[in-house]
Nanobody, 116 residues
Framework: QVQLVESGGGLVQAGDSLKLSCAASGRTISTYPMDWFRQAPGKEREFVATISWSGGVTYYANSVKGRFTISRDNAKNTVYLQMNSLKPEDTAVYYC?????????WGQGTQVTVSS
């Protein structure tokens, strides 16, 4: 199995930046597409961004497009989410996911809080 651990969250002001990391252990993620999701209080978990196993293809939710950037470093077995121009509505617990076929692995999440 793959274990995922998110880090980098915190309390920031609107307009600030954060970079989240998702470190994998147990198995390499080099052949897995990776995703970031987030869940705000009282809301369903929503898709944020995805990146192909090679890193050549990325896709973003409209709400974060132009502000967030997903990347991966397969040599370090790590996926990143660079978040710029943060808004209060970005406040949520952020989760990373690795998926291969029917296998799906989630981290425990990292809290991002953006104050106005």
């Amino acid at each position: 199995q793959v274990q995922l651990v998110e880090s980098g969250g915190g309390l920031v002001q609107a307009g600030d930046s954060l970079k989240l990391s998702c470190a994998a252990s147990g198995r390499t993620i080099s052949t897995y597409p990776m995703d970031w999701f987030r869940q705000a209080p009282g809301k369903e978990r929503e898709f944020v961004a995805t990146i192909s196993w090679s890193g050549g293809v990325t896709y973003y939710a409209n709400s974060v497009k132009g502000r967030f950037t997903i990347s991966r470093d397969n040599a370090k077995n790590t996926v990143y989410l660079q978040m710029n121009s943060l808004k209060p509505e970005d406040t949520a617990v952020y989760y990373c996911r690795a998926k291969e076929g029917s296998d799906e692995f989630w981290g425990q999440g990292t809290q991002v809080t953006v104050s106005s």
